[in-house]
């Protein structure tokens, strides 16, 4: 029961982390390092790691409803790690285009 609250705490403050960092990164957009950071991609990455953090509401849920949590619940794993993954392997892809573009 304690284990619950202390990972619900544990994602709701990566959660609210990831909307900070979200709107430093929409504010900022216009400074030159944030831009040679790929703010469009470092958005995604900050949705998919929300959709990861909010993943953690639907574990506990019991009786009925589990079989459509479980299936949600896989549905938001695999859509969170192929939103952060793919976008920073876009990232990964870029900077490595341009120190091989020589």
């Known amino acids: 029961s304690h284990l619950r609250y202390i990972f619900w705490t544990l994602s709701s403050l990566g959660i609210v982390l990831s909307i900070g960092l979200l709107g430093f990164n929409i504010a900022k957009k216009s400074h030159r390092i944030i831009k040679m ?35 949600i619940r896989t549905f938001t794993i695999v859509f969170s790690f ?9 990232k990964t892809w870029r900077v490595y285009e341009i120190f091989t573009a020589g």
């Open 82 to 90: 192929s939103l952060s993954f793919g976008a920073l392997f876009a």
């Open 37 to 71: 950071s790929s703010p469009r991609l470092n958005n995604i990455i900050l949705v998919g790691c929300m959709v990861a953090y909010s993943t953690i509401y639907l574990l506990d849920v019991e009786g009925e409803e589990a079989q459509p949590a479980c299936v």
